[in-house]
Nanobody, 115 residues
Framework: QVQLVESGGGLVQPGGSLTLSCAASGSIFSRNAMAWYRQAPGKQREFVARITSAGWTMYAGSMKGRLTISRDNAKNTVYLQMNSLKTEDTAVYYC?????????WGQGTQVTVSS
């Protein structure tokens, strides 16, 4: 049973930073591209960033320049560093493989950007 466990969210003021972590169980991590997604209240889940097993990265246009995705294959963990956060970044953030679909979503981690 593959599990995806996100952590690191919280309440942060506009302009602040957060680093999210996602620990993946099983053997999927090392051979798949991993990605972060987010779902804001009343909106569909959307792609945020991805990283291949070789370390190539891609970011969504709305957050490009403010994100850094990285992975530690030895720890089966993917990270998302977010800077210059805006109120519109408020959402539940999830990780999964890219593209998603083969594995159940985890519970996500709530990021709230508010003054």
């Amino acid at each position: 049973q593959v599990q995806l466990v996100e952590s690191g969210g919280g309440l942060v003021q506009p302009g602040g930073s957060l680093t999210l972590s996602c620990a993946a169980s099983g053997s999927i991590f090392s051979r798949n591209a991993m990605a972060w997604y987010r779902q804001a209240p009343g909106k569909q889940r959307e792609f945020v960033a991805r990283i291949t097993s070789a370390g190539w990265t891609m970011y969504a246009g709305s957050m490009k320049g403010r994100l850094t995705i990285s992975r530690d294959n030895a720890k089966n963990t993917v990270y998302l560093q977010m800077n210059s956060l805006k109120t519109e970044d408020t959402a539940v953030y999830y990780c999964n493989i890219y593209p998603p679909g083969a594995y159940t979503w985890g519970q996500g981690t709530q990021v709230t950007v508010s003054s």
